[in-house]
Structures are given as C-alpha cells and as structure tokens.
Antibody, heavy 113, light 108 residues
Framework: QVHLVESGGGVVQPGKSLRLSCAAS????????MHWVRQAPGKGLEWVAV????????YYADSVKGRFTISRDNSKNTLSLQMSSLRPEDTAVYYC??????WGQGTRVTVSS | SYELTQPPSASVSPGQTARITCSGD??????AYWYQQKSGQAPIVVIY???KRPPGIPERFSGSGSGTTATLTISGAQVEDEADYYC???????????FGGGTKLTVL
C-alpha cells in the first residue's frame, strides 16, 4: 500500500532555509502528481504546492511563491520542498500527499528566533 | 484568490444524518474531495472525485454536488465520526489547490 514518510522538519530562525523530504513507496511514484500541504497549529489545512509526474509543471500557493521550491527525483522515489526566507507564519506540520488522496504523517516545522 | 466555504461547525445526534456543505464557484467544473481529521492525526480522504468512496471507508459516508455546492453526507452518524472535515478542490485552471476552512462535527 501507499507509504509516505516526511522528514527534515525542525526549529529554524526567521529568514533561514530548510529542506523537507518525502520518501515514497508502495506505488509507481513516477505516475503520480505529488503535493505538499501544511497545517499551522490549531488551524486548517493549506495547500502549498504541486508537481507533475515528470517535474515539468510546478504550482504554488501565493503565500509561498518565490520562497518555496518543490522538486522530485523519480529515480529515488523522493519528493522535496526547499523552503527559504522562512517566516514565523510558515510554522506548521507539513504533509506530502499522492494525488491529494494518500498522505504521510507529516513533519513539524517551527520558525522562531 | 479562489476560496471554498464551509460552515465552521455542525452537530448531530448518533444515528442521525449529518450534512456538511462546501461552496465554490468552480465546483461545477472541478472535483471535490472530503477529508476527515481526528485530533492529533493526519487527514484521511473519505470521498474523492465528488462521490467516490475509498476502500475501507464506511458506506455511511457519501458525497454529492449541485451547482456550486458539494455536500458530504454521513448517514447514521456514529460517535467515532466526530472530527474535523475539510473539502478540497482546485481553481478553475486546475493548477492551484484550495481547502475549505473546515467543519468541526460533533456527534452527541
């Protein structure tokens, strides 16, 4: 079955960078669009970004556009999210999702000085 | 930017029918998805592509759509269905995802 494991979260200062990863297994990774979704503490879900199967198309939420970059390595079944110029409002649990249907358990990012 | 609108809360007695709505201008042309999130857990999809139910999701969960409104129906709600429910869809371009604000369902 689909298995998604996020990693790379932690505490980071405002303005710094962080890279999240998502290891995928149990399905043909190269055939699925992949998404990042986040949830700030006590808040609702927020869609962050999506990448097409071959990585040629990438789309972002306005709140992260120009600061975050989504990428994938189909040879390693890995999805990534490079986050730069981080802000306190980026504090959230970040989930990767296959076709927005199957989700990982999330990795927590805290942006604080 | 595009928005999906859900009521913030809903309540139902056990065994009764709960209906949660999601409104958005692009819903006549774009699929709606519904997620259940229990406290401290990752969301799980209970309805995809408007009305399809994934394996393992109880038959009491169903989805429908009419015009700019998608509806999640829980027929014969159980205490264990108490959770936050989110709808998801995309803008008319299909390129940007969006979640509704979530509905906290109380079953008591």
């Amino acid at each position: 079955q689909v298995h998604l494991v996020e990693s790379g979260g932690g505490v980071v200062q405002p303005g710094k960078s962080l890279r999240l990863s998502c290891a995928a297994s149990g399905f043909i990774f190269s055939r699925s669009d992949m998404h990042w979704v986040r949830q700030a503490p006590g808040k609702g879900l927020e869609w962050v970004a999506v990448i097409s199967t071959d990585g040629s198309n990438k789309y972002y939420a306005d709140s992260v556009k120009g600061r975050f970059t989504i990428s994938r390595d189909n040879s390693k079944n890995t999805l990534s999210l490079q986050m730069s110029s981080l802000r306190p409002e980026d504090t959230a649990v970040y989930y990767c999702a296959k076709d927005v249907a199957d989700w990982g358990q999330g990795t927590r990012v805290t942006v604080s000085s | 930017s595009y928005e999906l609108t859900q009521p913030p809360s809903a309540s139902v007695s056990p065994g009764q029918t709960a209906r949660i709505t999601c409104s958005g201008d692009a819903l006549p042309k774009k699929y709606a998805y519904w997620y259940q999130q229990k406290s401290g857990q990752a969301p799980i999809v209970v309805i995809y592509e408007d009305s399809k139910r994934p394996p393992g999701i109880p038959e009491r969960f169903s989805g429908s759509g009419s015009g700019t409104t998608a509806t999640l129906t829980i027929s014969g709600a159980q205490v264990e269905d108490e959770a936050d429910y989110y709808c998801y869809s995309t803008d008319i371009s299909g390129n940007h995802g969006v979640f509704g604000g979530g509905t906290k369902l109380t079953v008591l």
